[in-house]
């Protein structure tokens, strides 16, 4: 494989005189053509002097040309797929090729984003929708947990579950590709789309997110991860939002800074498992990554992802986030949805369509990247044995409008264009499987915070009489559960709020579950929703001997805003007067639970030691069977054992402020290179009020018997990847006359906002030459397409998810848990390593998550529990050396219920002579 500069014993002075140049350079095209235009954003140059004394930490050089699918030595579904795929390929013409690599425009198709068809093979619209947590705008569908709730379950075989049962609705609504999970890491814990992801640690990410993918995968709908990369706060994300005051100087998206170690060991950790794991596809985010938007950054994405951890699936934008045309096309971006332009939608106008096919006649992009492009899209769909949908199956075509309600509407009902007809059949996708999946996780995903005097379970026979719930999180909304995307600031929290929101769901409120139960054991209860009646409240606070009260908080898409939190939150505070009510009632109730559903760490420190206050359950957003879930934990009807997938602080200063403030150059930076959760509190020696993994049940377990068996002698340094295969090159490649792809306007009307691939006329040249940007070369120095042996893949390269040697397990390790408390439960079983500290010790050094199993046990009872430790775990990367490695050491093994709470110690000695 080609790329510009070797890493093997690279300097970073070496790096500095490599990088001068530009990867920013203006696009192809001039805006002669009307109708559409080019480049979005104007982009920074980093040749400027201040640009690069700023950033030179982060500066990453060009990876050109993108690479070629099907080169690594992979097993034989990849190779097979990749074959079939390029049978298709091979037949046609440049416009089908760009129809199956540009959108055809925002509700120009049924799904939030659709591709072209391609009518001689009789292949339909390739239809995207987001919906890791249930299908998105439409109806007849569950609303399932969100992702950050299923991400405190810890338990893998669940989230396997709940991808089979999200992926099983999407296919009967008729989607292909189910954009989601995100595999961003809540670097910010106040940032706004944090519930779209499983939490706070990289490891725990991987290996929840693996388990959901191949579920999806497995159900035919191909699953897409969102967040590549560093996508971690929602303001900024677009340079056209928020135009007027404090934000009216912005001029462009949010550039996150990440350095090489950081980036290798926590943001690009999950996406390797993932890629593992036959991810088909993944979405490249909105933001800036190191000075280059995330869908034009050649280094990410040729280098990181299609290089190192060998990716052969497609890159995709996510919905709105390409930013340019050639250069993105160049630096490995496969897909543009949903074709047209942010902000500029149902305008037809796109930096892909026909300047992707004008681009092509005029050789400023080669054919065999446009040819790659399309092969990656059906090798992702073969090999995952996902159906290539066809128009003649009318079965398996969506079934639904993401634009309309309404069983009969206009055929486009986004442009109030075209004529009246069914456009929702109103298929129902719920199953009795789903809804339990939906409803288990929702149970899992609860966390017990703090439970004191055995007030949990709440029984009869402990003296309960008389009940208050209240607060109006109890209640749905006043505006109701089906509100346009979710966007509600009252009222039970069942989803965060943005086009992700799953539509007309049943949603029963918890005080109306509560109540039944409470009723069912001759408890009376008052309901108490006006959180700012105090009076009334602390009247029904004095009468009651427990107390249920409900707190949230909230967060969403920056498309909109709730009391000024922009999609981020813009604190840690629970919402409307929920403190003030938990206070009042706890000094008035000597037994008073308080029930939290938030996106992320809330303030707990004005009430969380009340003496009263006996009990506290948090949880994510857990989707329509909240009540239900919340109920049966508290009457005992379930046990609780979700973990918290992030640190909650006692200060608020010991997160990572949201960069919401616009410099004076209109030009935001995040540095994202802080210590990543409880990594900081750990490191920082600060004590948090709960710590990562933290999670209490209603039983007691014990740990005993800890077992570590050496499976292979660990080497220093990894094996050296099998060479490229040849690159395959397709027989036809010339470039046809461009008097073949003019719009066919004798055949049928343009619909308007529809985004076509076809040529407006045979001028294929506005330039008499093209500026490519820094480090790609049109004659590039390796013939590509006569010498096969260019090149080989990277020393951390080699298959599916990096070096074949990272996933080769070297430790098993066991241990005991018997249950000696008085109910049957799950105990989440997490083993942390401590890397060797030492003068040429890797920084990386403090406890990191590098195990989890939960287990069911009945009580009186012992099962074992079981980790697998590889190379890739107990590795850190080599900036110097460009590759993982394994220092001479003692590594510490510590199994507990959280990252700050242990019962079993052990110890691995690797020694240097270990090779």
Request: proline share 5%.
């Amino acid at each position: 494989m080609f790329k510009s500069y070797s890493f093997s014993k690279i300097s970073y002075f070496t790096i500095f005189l490599l990088l001068v140049a530009s990867n920013f350079v203006e696009s192809l095209f001039n805006k002669e053509n009307a109708e559409y235009i080019d480049d979005e954003e104007s982009h920074d140059d980093p040749n400027d002097n201040d640009y690069l004394a700023k950033n030179i930490d982060y500066y990453v050089p060009p990876s050109y040309p993108a690479p070629l699918t099907g080169r690594l030595q992979l097993i034989p579904e990849w190779a097979d797929a990749i074959a079939k795929a390029r049978d298709i390929v091979s037949v046609l013409s440049i416009t089908e090729k760009v129809n199956l690599t540009t959108g055809i425009g925002y509700g120009s198709g049924v799904c939030q984003a659709n591709l072209g068809t391609i009518e001689k093979l009789d292949i339909s619209s390739i239809c995207f929708q987001n919906g890791a947590h249930g299908v998105s705008n439409t109806d007849f569908a569950t609303n399932f947990p969100s992702t950050l709730a299923a991400g405190s379950t810890f338990n893998k075989d669940l989230v396997y579950q709940l991808g089979r049962a999200v992926a099983r609705e999407s296919k009967t609504k008729g989607i292909d590709v189910l954009m989601g999970p995100g595999l961003n890491v809540g670097y910010h814990a106040a940032g706004g789309h944090n519930t779209e992801n499983f939490g706070s640690d990289p490891y725990l990410i991987g290996k929840l997110a693996s388990a959901f993918i191949k579920a999806s995968n497995y159900e035919g709908v191909l699953s897409c991860p969102k967040g590549l990369i560093g996508f971690e706060q929602e303001h900024f994300k677009h340079s056209n939002e928020w135009e007027n005051g404090k934000y009216k100087h912005l001029k462009q998206p949010l550039d996150v800074q990440i350095t090489d170690k950081v980036m290798h060991e926590i943001y690009l950790w999950p996406f390797a498992d993932a890629v593992r794991a036959n991810a088909g596809c993944f979405a490249c985010s909105y933001n800036k990554i190191n000075g280059t938007y995330a869908c034009e950054n050649s280094y990410l994405i040729n280098h990181l992802l299609k290089e190192e951890l060998g990716f052969q699936g497609f890159v995709t934008s996510e919905i709105g986030a390409m930013r340019s045309g050639v250069n993105s096309i160049l630096s490995g971006a496969d897909v543009n949805i949903p074709g047209d332009i942010f902000g500029d939608y149902a305008s037809g106008k796109s930096l892909w369509g026909p300047l992707l096919t004008r681009a092509i006649y005029n050789e400023t992009i080669p054919q065999y990247r446009l040819n790659d492009m399309v092969t990656r899209l059906l090798s992702a769909f073969i090999v995952n044995n996902v159906k290539i949908p066809l128009s003649n199956d009318f079965e398996e075509l969506p079934n639904f409008s993401s634009w309309s309600q309404f069983t009969y509407d206009k055929e486009y009902p986004f442009q109030s264009y075209g004529s009246i007809k069914q456009v929702n059949k109103h298929i129902d996708a719920r199953e009795k499987f789903t809804e339990k999946v939906a409803l288990q996780t929702a149970r899992e995903a609860i966390v017990l915070l703090k439970h004191t005097k055995s007030a949990l379970p709440i029984s009869v026979d402990d003296g309960y009489n008389r009940m208050l719930i209240a607060g109006i999180g109890s209640v749905t909304s006043p505006e109701g559960v089906d509100v346009e995307d979710a966007l509600t600031g009252d009222g039970a929290v069942y989803q965060s709020w943005g086009p992700n929101s799953v539509s007309a769901f049943n949603a029963i409120s918890p005080a109306d579950v509560i109540y039944k139960k409470a009723v069912e054991r001759d408890l009376l209860v008052d309901i108490v929703t006006n959180e700012y009646d105090i009076d009334n409240i602390e009247r029904s606070a004095e009468l009651a001997n427990v107390a249920i009260v409900f707190a949230f908080a909230n967060s969403g898409d920056s498309g909109s805003e709730i009391d000024g939190n922009y999609g981020d939150r813009k604190n840690y505070t629970l919402w409307a007067n929920n403190v003030e009510m938990i206070k009042s009632v706890a000094d008035r109730c000597a037994k008073t639970i308080v029930v939290i559903n938030s996106p992320g760490p809330v303030d707990l420190e004005d009430f969380i030691d009340h003496k009263n206050i006996v009990g506290v359950l948090w949880s994510a957003p857990l989707g329509q069977y909240y009540a239900q879930a919340i109920s049966d934990i508290i009457f005992g009807d379930y046990q609780p054992s979700g973990n918290l997938p992030f640190t909650i602080s006692k200060h608020a200063e010991n997160y990572v402020d949201i960069i919401d403030r616009v410099p004076l150059n209109g030009k935001p930076v995040d540095d994202l290179n802080r210590l990543l959760d409880y990594r900081y509190f750990d490191e920082m020696n600060i004590v948090p009020r709960y710590p990562f993994g933290h999670g209490l049940t209603y039983t007691k377990f014990k740990l005993f018997d800890l077992t570590i068996v050496e499976k292979r002698q660990p080497s220093v340094d990894l094996s050296k990847p099998d060479p490229y295969l040849d690159p395959y090159f397709f027989e036809h490649t010339s470039v046809e006359d461009p008097s073949e792809a003019l719009f066919p306007f004798s055949e049928f009307k343009p619909v308007p906002g529809h985004i076509y691939p076809y040529l407006y006329n045979t001028k294929v040249y506005s330039q008499p030459f093209y500026n490519y940007p820094t480090g790609y070369k049109p004659d590039i120095d390796c013939d590509f397409e006569n010498d096969p042996t260019c090149d080989a893949p990277p020393r951390a390269g080699g298959t599916l998810g990096g070096n074949p040697d990272l996933f080769e397990v070297l430790y098993k390790i066991k241990a005991s848990v018997e249950n000696i408390g008085g109910y049957e439960g799950y105990y989440t079983a997490q083993l942390y390593v401590e890397f060797p500290r030492g003068r040429h010790a890797p920084t990386t050094h403090v406890r990191q998550l590098r195990g989890i199993d939960k287990v069911f046990v009945k009580k009186g009872y012992t099962k074992k529990i079981k980790f697998e430790l590889t190379t890739r775990d107990l590795s850190y990367w080599d900036v110097e050396d460009q590759t993982w490695v394994i220092y001479p050491g003692i590594y510490k093994i510590y199994i507990g219920s959280s990252s700050r709470k242990f019962d079993l110690l052990g110890e691995i000695d690797i020694s240097s002579s270990k090779n």
